[in-house]
Every structure is written in C-alpha cells, then in structure tokens.
C-alpha cells in the first residue's frame, strides 16, 4: 500500500515527530503523549501502508515478535538499573566523595568528573541525579543553570563509550554491537569534559561557592558496593558468553535482562531492594519503550545514508528529538562507525534539557532547567564542546563502519574512512 507523505517526508516520520514535540511540551503527561504517538503510528500503517513483516494485524503481530526481545532486555534493565542505581546512592559513596573536592571552582570541576566516572559503570540517568544531588548539598541548593548543564553533560559523555552507562548504548549492546565497539567515544567525551567543564565550573563558583563537608563519620556499605558488582558482572559476563558461543540465540530470548534480574534476586538477602521504586519506574519505562517502539516503525530506508556527516547531525538533533528512538533508528540502519554514534545521540542530547532522559530527570529535581532559552544561554559551552569533540574525534580516531551485526544486514553502500 502506499502512504501518505508531506513536501516528500513520509507521514510514519511526522506522527513520530509530532509525538516527540508533545513529549517537550507536555513533560508532566509524557508517558500519555508516547502511547498516543504509537497508537496513531500503529493506526496510520494500519490502514495506509502496513508493515515490513506483513499487512494489518497479522503483520503487526510479526513485527512485534521480531522486537519483543529488543524490548524486553530494555525493560528488564532499565527496572534492574533503578534498583541498582538507589544501592549506589544509599551506600554513602556519594556523601564521602566531596570531602576531596578542592575549595575553588576546580571543587565544581572535579566533582563532574566523578559524575562522568559514575556513569561510565552506573546508568547515566543515576549518576546525573547524584550529581545533582551532591551539587545541592555543595552549592547550599544555588546551583547556576550552566552548571546544571554540565552535570547533564558529564552523565551523558560518560556513559558514551559504555554499554552500561546510557541506555542509548545499552540499546547497541542489546542489539548485538560488541561492546569494544563504542569505546572510543571516550576521545570525544573526555575533550567535551574540558570544554564544559572548566566554563562550567567558573560559572557555578561565582554563582555559589562550594560549601566543603567532612564526613569523618560516614563509612561505605560495601554489601550494597557488592549488590551493584554482582549485578553489573551478572548482565555483562552474560552478553560476552551469549554473544561469543551462542550469537544465533541473541535475538530469540533476552538473556541480559533475565541476567540482571537473576542477580537481584539472589543478593535479597545481603541487602533490601527498595521494591517502591519500580511502579514509577515502570512507567518511565513503557514511556522509554513506546519511543523505540515508534521508531521501529518508521520507513528507516528513507533516511539519510550512514556517515560521518549524517552521525554528526543526528547529534543536533537529538538536542530535541529523543536519542533513544534516534538510535533504534540507526540500528535498523546499519553501517554506522557505533563508537562515534554513540558519542553523537548520547552527548547530543545534552545541548537541550530535554534531549536525553538524563536532563528530563534532573529537571525534576531542578524546575528552574526547564528552560530552553536559560539553558542554551547559560550551557552554552554543551553546544560548543559537541561542536569541537566530535570534528576532533573524527579526526584523530577516523570514520570505521562496522560490519553488520545482524544476519542478513545490508552492508553499507560506501564504506571509507575519515582522518
């Protein structure tokens, strides 16, 4: 069947991108504008043009047996992460960290670099709320919008070139890109944390100084440092035994997901698990998967050809659209150099307070950040590091597609390399 298309863009792209506008809009009712978007999506192919597996409901059914793995790992990691997340944060790690910090605008610099460590190995999402959290405490609750940034920035530079810190390259590592694939995003990242960070840091001492606090008293709970081991080693030995003796089996059942959980369950008894979190989780969760469900149903042979170029745009563009849809997108693609993506759709996303579920959390803390004009006028320097990080990687590190990790891939029609 064919389909409906405005000034050539096809209708599947404008009801995603619609739903994504309302997301922005309408933060306080997200999860209602997400499933709205996917049942105006899933209605429009429907009845216009069906799916790639097949026409109407039976063809529905097909694509959604094709993806339920995809969505399930992710929902089985993004519930296992925010039990994860809170045994970092009750384990005191967080409180005793500052008593190191300097007493000047280094202090600020220094502590977004712990935000970025943080998320190399702790969900980005965690670790831009500990942030801000220390920051509050720090900063007397006067933190600058600019510095909010930053912290937003850090989680999300961090957790680029690991599988375990961004859902984004969670996403690729799920899909089945090696996790050695996305490292070299680090180049970039620790570029833009210079870049941010310094500009940041100066903003912030001005602002408000950093309050220093002992905390001789504050000792580690290393059985919750043990829970967040156990879980992290459970969910990444288990995709490099998968991925290495049994690759056929990684689309047919989500073994990383059921990893986690089989983790969590067996250290009840070290520590608690605060079992309250997960309702509200869950239904941040099903807001996440509507959006990557949305984008697996878009028309990906009408996008731009996988480049350097189109991964350097979809960096700005994540500032405003999703990148959790924009790298569902890129997956069903293919042909892209994953590294230099995931540093693209991870960090991109934090030129804009909503651009990555890293500064939609945050802002929740900090309703001051809702502001797109205070946000891109204070955290100017966000901008200014993807715009330079991402040239300098490309020209140290290269352009390197990598070939396609699902059977029966399309390899990409031109595969060069930049220096």
Not at 274 to 296: H, I, K, Q
Not at 303 to 321: D, K, M, R
Not at 388 to 415: C, R
Request: proline letters at 4%.
């Amino acid at each position: 069947m064919t389909g409906l298309a405005l000034f050539g863009i096809p209708a599947e792209f404008i009801l995603f991108a619609m739903t994504l506008l309302g997301v922005a809009l309408f933060h306080h009712h997200t999860l209602a504008v997400a499933l709205t978007g996917l049942a105006s999506i899933i209605g429009y192919k429907l009845v216009f043009t069906g799916f790639k597996t097949g026409d109407g409901l039976m063809g529905l059914l097909a694509h959604f047996q094709h993806e339920w793995v995809t969505l399930a790992n992710l929902f089985c990691l993004l519930m296992g992460f925010a039990l994860l997340a809170r045994h970092f944060e009750k384990s005191h790690v967080p409180v005793i960290l500052p008593k190191y910090l300097p007493d000047d605008w280094k202090g600020g610099f220094v502590m977004l670099v712990m935000v970025f460590v943080l998320s190399s190995f702790l969900d980005n999402i965690a670790a831009a709320m500990i942030g801000g959290a220390m920051a509050h405490q720090l900063f007397r609750a006067k933190v600058h919008i600019g510095y909010l940034a930053a912290i937003v920035a850090a989680s999300n530079a961090g957790g680029s070139g690991s599988v375990v810190g961004d859902t984004t390259t969670t996403m690729m590592w799920i899909d089945g890109v090696a996790p050695l694939d996305v490292t070299h995003a680090y180049v970039a990242a620790v570029i833009a944390l210079v870049i941010f960070g310094v500009p940041a840091a100066i903003q912030q001492h001005r602002h408000s100084p950093i309050l220093k606090n002992s905390h001789e008293h504050t000792h580690v709970d290393w059985g919750r440092i043990a829970i967040v081991g156990i879980i992290l080693v459970a969910a990444m030995t288990t995709n490099i035994v998968v991925n290495t003796y049994y690759p056929e089996k990684t689309h047919g059942f989500p073994f990383i997901g059921v990893a986690v959980w089989v983790a969590i369950v067996a250290t009840i008894k070290i520590r608690r698990h605060d079992w309250e979190l997960l309702p509200e989780t869950a239904m941040g969760s099903v807001f996440l998967l509507s959006l990557v469900t949305c984008a697996s149903l878009m028309p990906v042979e009408t996008l731009p050809a996988a480049s350097w170029q189109t991964a350097y745009g979809l960096g700005f563009v994540s500032a405003v659209f999703d990148n959790i849809p924009l790298t569902a997108l890129a997956l069903k693609q293919g042909g892209y150099d994953w590294g230099v993506l995931a540093f693209a759709v991870g960090f991109g996303g934090s030129m804009v307070w909503f651009g990555s579920s890293a500064g939609v959390a945050l802002s929740n803390l900090y309703p001051e950040a809702r502001s797109v004009g205070l946000w891109l006028r204070h955290g100017w320097h966000v901008v200014l590091a993807y715009a330079v990080s991402f040239l300098v990687m490309l020209y140290i590190v290269g352009w390197h597609p990598h070939t396609p990790h699902k059977t029966g891939a399309e390899a990409p029609a031109h595969v060069g390399q930049t220096h």
